[in-house]
Nanobody, 118 residues
Framework: QLQLVESGGGLVQAGGSLRLSCAAS????????MGWYRQAPGKQRELVAV???????NYADSVKGRFTISRDNAKNAVYLEMNSLKPEDTAVYYC????????????WGQGTQVTVSS
């Protein structure tokens, strides 16, 4: 069993910054892709950023140039540096990890609230 613990959410004014962290613990065999998703009230969960085991990254167009995803494989952790935050970034942010191969297993964090005031 794998546990994901997120931290770093909070309330910030528009233009401010936050750094989210997510650490995995438990039965870890091969962490593949790590990423962050978010879900705003009344909206579907959407991809924010992902990073592969080799360090390749992909971002949603809405956060490109403002957010940076990184990972520390030694700590089984993934981070999301968020700058120039906008009110539309307000959402619950979820950490997501894919472990594998040979089997591919998906795990989600409990979510952390990010609120950006105008």
């Amino acid at each position: 069993q794998l546990q994901l613990v997120e931290s770093g959410g909070g309330l910030v004014q528009a233009g401010g910054s936050l750094r989210l962290s997510c650490a995995a613990s438990g039965s870890i065999f091969s962490i593949n892709v790590m990423g962050w998703y978010r879900q705003a009230p009344g909206k579907q969960r959407e991809l924010v950023a992902v990073i592969s085991s080799g360090g390749s990254t992909n971002y949603a167009d809405s956060v490109k140039g403002r957010f940076t995803i990184s990972r520390d494989n030694a700590k089984n952790a993934v981070y999301l540096e968020m700058n120039s935050l906008k009110p539309e970034d307000t959402a619950v942010y979820y950490c997501h990890i894919v472990m594998g191969p040979p089997r591919f297993l998906n795990y989600w964090g409990q979510g952390t609230q990010v609120t950006v005031s105008s």
